[in-house]
């Protein structure tokens, strides 16, 4: 019988400024058997640690003294082969959440996120399926700007039911095989349709659509 090899374990750099919150991070994620801390530093290291290290996802500080996040995001997306990010952030840091939006973040965690849902989300943004937190997709629907609410209305419009559904599911944050399994069709198949919802709202990855699908009230109506 041949051996299934088991699948490499998820690669983590952690870059925040705080040497406190960088270990707390770094021991939470390493007692996970298929996550792997390969290192931590701050931001001003985080470029040539990137480099280094080759990791599949980054946790990134979005405020640091040194370099902001937004900064090193934005280097980091640069890169010919950049990995997956998903930015660091608290409370007070609502002005930063748009731009690293719209910079390619892959997700969003809250600095006093439970445990286990950091581990469930550090895997959720290795697979593309990107991760954020319900506290910061409502500081991220923006309510009073009637011209984004509208614009992002127009663009769901154009999407056909089954696409319409994939997005509401995709604003869940599930995964291409918990959607498969909910439409009960191939995973595949999502992609395609992932594929098909991102090109003609014109986002250049899930989270951004996630934003779009709850702004227009597609989660609520997806939901049990």
Wanted: hydrophobic share 45%; with cysteine.
């Amino acid at each position: 019988m041949t051996e299934v090899e088991a699948p490499s374990p998820v690669r983590v750099l952690i870059v925040d400024d705080e040497t406190l919150i960088r270990s707390g991070l770094a021991m939470i994620l390493g007692s996970a058997p298929d996550i792997t801390v390969v290192a931590s530093c701050e931001g001003a290291q985080a470029l040539a640690a990137v480099r280094d290290e080759q990791p599949d996802v980054v946790l990134l500080d979005i405020r640091m003294p040194d370099v902001d996040g937004l900064t090193v995001l934005r280097r980091l997306t640069e890169l010919p082969d950049p990995p997956y990010v998903a930015m660091l952030t608290t409370f007070d840091t609502d002005e930063y959440l748009g731009e690293a939006l719209r910079l390619g973040a892959s997700g969003f965690l809250l600095k006093d996120t439970d445990p286990e849902i950091l581990v469930r989300s550090v895997r959720a943004v290795a697979t593309g399926a990107g991760c954020l937190s319900p506290s910061v997709v409502r500081r991220l629907r923006h309510p009073a700007r009637a011209g984004a609410s509208y614009q992002a209305s127009e663009a769901v419009s154009a999407l056909s039911p089954r696409e319409r559904q994939v997005l509401a599911y995709v604003g869940q944050g599930l995964s291409n095989a918990e959607i498969g399994a909910r439409m009960h069709i191939a995973v595949a198949t999502v992609k395609d349709y992932v594929r098909a919802v991102l090109t003609k709202l014109g986002v250049a990855n899930r989270i951004q659509a996630a934003v779009l699908a709850d702004r227009v009230g597609l989660v609520e109506e997806q939901e049990p």
